[in-house]
Structure formats: C-alpha cells, structure tokens
C-alpha cells in the first residue's frame, strides 16, 4: 500500500507520520554531491596544525579525513531514513586557512537516491574529530556552518548554492 506523502517534505506522510521514500521504481543514475563546513580552533590551534599538524591524540587533519570517510560510508546507521547506497568515492580534504580547519567533501556513486547526506554526514564527523583532538587545548572551538554546496544527477538535475 503507497501512503499520501507531504508535498513538502518526502519523509513525512500526510499524517505527519515518517517514513523511508520508495526508490524502488527510479533507475539508478551518477550521483555526486559537495558539502564544506568549518572548525574555527583559534590562532593557537591553528598554530600547532600549521608547524606541525599533530596534538598528543596524533595527526589532526589526517585523522578528520579518515573519520570523515569513514562516516559516509556509515550515513544510514546515522540517519534513520538514508537507504543505504553503495558509494564509489568519497573524497575528504581537511586543511588549516587563518584560525580554522576548512573541510570539504566530494560523494559519489551511481545510485537510486542522492548522496547529500553521505557528503554532510562525512564533514560533520570530520569537524567533530578535530574537536575532539584539539579540544585538551581549548574548550572554545566552535564548529559551523556545515552545509551543501552542490549536488547532481537524477531527476532533479544539478543544484548550486548561491553565492552570497
């Protein structure tokens, strides 16, 4: 039986109810999408990472990157309704500009649904290990924005973030 679903969001029926979307009919297309986010450290921080890229838990960026990889590989154990999608690549990059580590995230995969979330998902994780291995040398990190820059393929086509 296909339930009613919210016009406005596909994850809600129209009893407010959630529920997974049915993908079960769309062909699988090239899906990629690119989400960016930062982890503002502080000139300190960003100090050390800079001379040397280590704290006493070990490499910072080199380990963001793995964690963040990691994790858009494990999207649907973390978000309940994300199907699970075979992902061909992820590509993380984690690097020091000014007081912050900018993060950014490359998904793909040829898939019945967006890979969106695997690539929001990736750079959160990333952003909460470098807080996590610097934080023993400053409790004031602050993380964000984290967001969506791009996404392609399927039905709805390419779709860009504005620039301000």
């Known amino acids: 039986m296909r339930e009613k679903r919210s016009p406005e969001f596909s994850h809600?029926?129209?009893a407010g109810?959630?529920?997974?979307?049915?993908v079960g009919a769309k062909s699988p297309t090239a899906r990629w999408a690119r989400a960016e986010g930062v982890v503002r450290v502080g000139r300190s921080i960003a100090a050390t990472l800079r001379?040397?890229?280590q704290v006493a838990k070990g490499n910072?960026?080199?380990t963001a990157r793995l964690a963040g990889i990691q994790a858009a590989k494990q999207t649907p154990s973390l978000i309940?309704?994300?199907?699970?999608?075979?992902?061909?690549?992820?590509e993380l990059?984690?690097?020091v500009v000014g007081d912050e580590v900018r993060i950014a995230?490359?998904?793909t995969a040829e898939a019945k649904t967006g890979v969106e979330m695997e690539a929001l998902t990736a750079v959160a994780v990333a952003a909460l290990t470098v807080y996590d291995m610097c934080k023993a040398?400053?409790?004031?990190?602050?993380?964000?924005?984290?967001?969506?820059?791009?996404?392609?393929?399927?039905?709805s086509g390419l779709w860009m973030r504005k620039k301000p």
């Open 93 to 95: 990059d984690a690097r």
């Open 17 to 22: 109810r959630a529920r997974m979307v049915d």
């Open 12 to 14: 809600v029926d129209d």
């Open 51 to 53: 001379k040397t890229g």
């Open 80 to 90: 309940p309704l994300c199907h699970p999608i075979a992902i061909d690549a992820v």
């Open 60 to 62: 910072v960026l080199e």
């Open 137 to 155: 040398a400053g409790k004031g990190i602050e993380i964000g924005p984290i967001r969506l820059l791009e996404k392609g393929g399927g039905k």
């Open 105 to 107: 995230a490359r998904v």
